[in-house]
């Protein structure tokens, strides 16, 4: 874990360094990713709530709540169907493809 972690640092780094490309700069990009899951009056947070057998039952909906980055700092969320694959992972560009 230790070696994937210095792995990204360099690679982050040398991308600063390099100072990287107008279009990157510009790019919205996933900072978060959060499972919801709405049923029987009640909501759950967290991946597990997509596998819990006592909610398939109760659950009327399931997505996955995205918070994106703007360029200029600043975030706001959106919410992605459950159903989407791939799932939505943090550092991904917004739209998502």
């Known amino acids: 874990m230790k070696i994937l972690s210095l792995v990204l640092t ?3 780094f040398s991308a600063v360094a390099c100072g990287g490309s ?3 700069s510009n790019a919205e990009v996933v900072t978060d990713v959060v499972a919801e899951c709405l049923g029987g009056g009640m909501v759950k947070t967290g991946a597990p709530c997509f596998k ?3 909610m398939q039952f109760l659950l009327r909906e399931a997505y996955w709540k995205v918070t994106i980055q703007k360029p200029d700092g600043t975030t706001y969320t959106r919410e992605v169907p459950a159903s989407r694959k791939p799932i939505p ?3 991904d560009p917004w739209p998502l493809p």
């Open 10 to 12: 360099a690679v982050m």
């Open 22 to 24: 107008d279009s990157s």
């Open 89 to 91: 992972q943090i550092g």
């Open 52 to 54: 819990d057998d006592q």
